[in-house]
């Protein structure tokens, strides 16, 4: 397998016509920790007791980053920065505060490379409202995929916004997102599956837009799986690093041309079906007409939903 070059030895000549996904922190910026920044934010908010606040959450914030998931200690900053207050505060300190310490940490060797790009896109697990002034007017990026923050009425409740698994809430909140002119990310298999088969899509994505980029993803391991059947889903991280060389292959389709969509006068089913085929074309898997809910229930006797304990099968008494 050959080795992937470090980015001191990639070339930054004739990238014009290529697109460049990075991430920010420990890629873009040398730092790998994002929690000074949010000391900035927090202190510009609420002042040193905000601040304290933040500082009493940050044991908690480091143990879920190193030991569970880095989006799981991002949560918790995100709460203990942006609760309470206002949104056009966040705005404000990640356009006149943050951008001048963003600048002194910039990588100079991604810089020099991910400048050379003609499209810019950058995937964090930081707030989208924090991160994105600074990366859109002082970088040029022309895609900011991150954390997405709840708000009520003007203000931040410190929670990130999520799909609940209700049809029309869900529907409601991706409108409201598509509605922003802002890109959206969905995964309408629901799951994940170790075998070379596609679960059935859901056809919500294609209820809601007819702006349909399909992308194929791939995971290879060697030794374990990324995924536990009937243990905590928490360890699923654990068990994927675990691998030797543990590796994600990301694959963009074509957009769907407009006759392939709602707009032209497909039912929303046919154009997740058509969807479906094209990734597992893509991926060389088999298509099946199995659901989300029917691989739980087969595994776990649920329905997938975190909390919710195993159906026990009903005794039959004789009368």
């Not at 879920?64 to 200690?73: I, M, N, P, Q, T």
């Not at 924090?130 to 895609?143: A, I, R, S």
């Not at 007409?289 to 939903?305: C, F, M």
């Amino acid at each position: 397998m050959a080795k992937i070059p470090t980015i001191t030895q990639c070339d930054h000549k004739g990238r014009e016509d290529q697109t460049v996904v990075a991430d920010l922190d420990g890629t873009l910026l040398i730092g790998r920790s994002s929690f000074g920044y949010f000391a900035l934010v927090a202190f510009d908010l609420g002042g040193i007791l905000r601040l304290l606040f933040l500082l009493l959450l940050s044991p908690l914030a480091g143990f879920l980053y190193h030991f569970v998931s880095e989006a799981a200690g991002i949560r918790v900053l995100i709460f203990a920065a942006f609760a309470g207050a206002k949104l056009s505060g966040i705005k404000s300190a990640a356009s006149a505060v943050l951008p001048k310490f963003y600048s002194e940490d910039l990588h100079p060797d991604t810089w020099r490379v991910f400048s050379s790009c003609g499209k810019r896109c950058v995937v964090t697990a930081n707030p989208r409202i924090m991160v994105e002034p600074f990366l859109k007017n002082y970088l040029g990026v022309d895609v900011v995929l991150g954390t997405e923050v709840s708000s009520w009425r003007g203000y931040a409740t410190g929670l990130t916004a999520r799909l609940r698994r209700d049809r029309a809430q869900d529907a409601r909140l991706i409108e409201t997102i598509l509605q922003e002119g802002r890109y959206l990310v969905m995964c309408p298999e629901g799951t994940t599956c170790r075998e070379p088969y596609l679960l059935r899509f859901s056809s919500l994505f294609a209820e809601l837009t007819d702006e349909i980029v399909p992308v194929a993803i791939r995971v290879r391991t060697s030794l374990f799986h990324g995924t536990t059947a009937r243990g905590y889903k928490w360890l699923d991280p654990f068990f994927f690093f675990m691998n030797p060389v543990p590796r994600y292959e990301v694959t963009f389709l074509e957009k769907l041309p407009r006759e392939e969509t709602c707009v032209a006068g497909k039912s929303s089913y046919e154009v997740a079906n058509n969807v479906q085929h094209k990734i597992a074309k893509t991926l060389n898997y088999k298509c099946t007409k199995l659901t989300r809910k029917d691989k739980y229930r087969a595994l776990a006797g649920t329905d997938g939903i975190v909390g919710q304990t195993p159906a026990k099968p009903t005794a039959k008494v004789a009368g």
